[in-house]
């Protein structure tokens, strides 16, 4: 498999960033002969976040402890920044790579605004400098350090829990972030509103980021691109979103992403103005809400049915540019397709 995008994993062929991590012919083969990744090639570009997502025991796991060196490759290399990781010190290494888990892994006894200290002191930090870090980290994952700082553990919910994660994570500056199932033992709600919370902190800091995920919803919300692994630790397609749920390279992925695929892509596929009707002789009864040039497709459909009108409104700015119908949202997901 070739890492710039080969036709046998369904890369996307849009241009990438400049890689920060890249992996060639990385493989992982156990002493009783189990294979847990099968000659992987993976690059991600600085700045991009992707989803590694598939079957229990498919590897995606695996590559991510690979990616730190808590589990070593039996085979090929792993780059970051263009540098060889099993040339540096693994302690070292990992002090530099932000590492967030489903469990969390907080230190119980300590309070929260010490648990997010950890990586600035082991740094050589002062306790006042880390404190200050810890501090302006919390605001920035949406938890009050005068509420929150000086609370232990057990007193935060699960999804509070999560969010010091990120922060203790991000305590250091990393330029990469590692993610393993993060938002796996919350609820449905709490989840969508920590995926939401995450993407505008990756927005806002453009942290290369790795996140292992299960749920193909999961990866095709909040990855610019998504690898699908199969069994084996084969990768099956890697691309993005639009392109995996548009075109599935082989029926497993087919069968991996659902037959509601197609529903998927309404989420993914963004209002393209070249889809949408004049305003011109529209009667006011049959609009629905206003919504934004810059929605998706599926943020279009859920006004549509929710205010059961034939039509809704969009506007840039506080200009109206525009209607969208149901053949809008149909035409647009053809062309995205052709696209």
Known sequence: ?????????????????????????????????????????????????????????????????????????????????????????PVELRRGIGYVIQQVGLFPHQKIVTNVMTVPLLYGESRATARRRAVELLEMVGLDPATYAGRYPHQLSGGEQQRVGVARALAADPPVLLMDEPFGAVDPVVRVHLQDEFLRLQHDLGKTVVLVTHDIDEAVRMGDRVAIFAGGGRLAQYATPADLLGRPADDFVSDFVGSTRGLRRLAVTPIDPAHLEPLDGVRTGDLGAAIDLDSTLEEALAVLLRDDKPMVAVKQGAQFVGVLTPNGIHRALRASLAE
């Open 1 to 89: 498999m070739d890492v710039t995008g080969s036709p046998d994993v369904g890369t996307s062929d849009r241009s990438a960033p400049e890689p920060m991590i890249r992996l060639a012919g990385v493989g992982k083969t156990y002493d009783d002969g189990t294979v847990a990744v099968h000659e992987l090639d993976l690059e991600v570009g600085r700045g991009e976040l992707v989803c590694l997502v598939g079957p229990s025991g498919c590897g995606k796991s695996t590559t991510l402890k690979m990616i730190n060196r808590l589990i070593e490759p039996t085979t090929g290399t792993i780059e970051i920044d263009g540098r060889d990781i099993t040339r540096q010190n």
